[in-house]
């Protein structure tokens, strides 16, 4: 194997939003087969910087589910694509004039406008310093890579969701059951693994991807061996070629380490 994704949050990350030692020390042991490790996120770089800190190796990331994909330390950008003007405007308009509660992202800072308990829950774990906005007539809205609205699933019959379907080049998409996020239509963690393979001219044979969200799903399948974790949902499960025995509180990233690369590698 040549190429390891994985997801971060319910996958490498435990519920307490750490990497256990044992995942560090695997993960940089990869170096020795020469396999590339590779985060997708739909988090900025900043917003996970002290993960990076851990590895010491070079890291290709997809950030922002697919938004922007670039090398790390280097930063050279391999692909962006920021939401239509017109759609960013259209969806934070709707959002604020229904005061419901939303954040944004534009050039790596994230934006907020109410502080709400879902917002700062989400402020407090995004390891970012975030920007306070009074007005929506605040924004630049040319510069919005990618909203997120904070509606759990069981909210969704209290709106008619059929309102996006007409966006010009927006898609939505579930990250987890209380975000509904909002990205450019040519974006996706599947997209992003295809780019960052033939930028270093690497097989899907040759690629392991792993989440346990719905975003991540487009990943799993592009890879030769898609993997889902133990506590993925049912729809993530469903499309994937393996089911981790541990979930992510329990290594679950050092488990397909080990039997997917260390086994066939010898190392």
């Excluded at 969704?156 to 309102?163: K, M, R, V």
């Excluded at 990250?175 to 693994?193: M, R, W």
Aim: hydrophobic share 35%; aromatic share 10%.
């Amino acid at each position: 194997m040549k190429l390891l994704c994985v997801d971060l949050d319910g996958t490498l990350l435990k519920n307490d939003k750490t990497i256990s030692e044992k995942q560090i020390k695997a993960i940089n042991n990869l170096k020795k087969s020469e396999a590339l490790f590779s985060i997708s996120t739909g988090r900025p770089t900043k917003g996970i910087q002290k993960y990076l800190n851990l590895f010491n190796r070079k890291i290709p990331l997809t950030l922002f589910n697919g938004s922007l994909v670039e090398l790390y330390p280097s930063k050279e950008v391999l692909f962006e694509c920021k939401l239509a003007m017109e759609d960013a405007k259209f969806i934070i308009e709707f959002l604020n004039e229904k005061n419901l509660p939303f954040i944004y992202y534009s050039n790596g800072d994230l934006y907020y406008k109410d502080a709400t308990d879902r917002v700062m829950l989400y402020i407090k774990y995004s390891n970012l310093e975030p920007i306070k906005i009074n007005s929506i007539h605040e924004i630049d809205y040319k510069n919005v890579i990618k909203v997120i609205w904070f509606l759990n699933k069981d909210e969704e019959d209290n709106y008619d969701l059929t309102i996006f379907d007409n966006l010009k080049e927006t898609v939505t998409i579930r990250s987890d059951y209380k975000y509904y996020e909002f990205i450019n239509k040519d974006a996706s963690k599947g997209k992003a693994l295809k780019i960052i393979q033939d930028y270093y001219n690497i097989r899907d044979e040759n690629t392991i991807a792993v989440g346990d969200e719905e975003n991540d799903i487009s990943m799993i399948r592009r890879a030769g061996i898609g993997v889902a974790m133990k506590n993925a949902r049912e729809s993530v499960k469903a499309v994937a070629d393996y089911v981790t025995i541990n979930d992510n509180e329990n290594d679950g990233i050092l488990e397909v380490i080990n039997k997917f690369i260390k086994k066939k590698e010898n190392i």
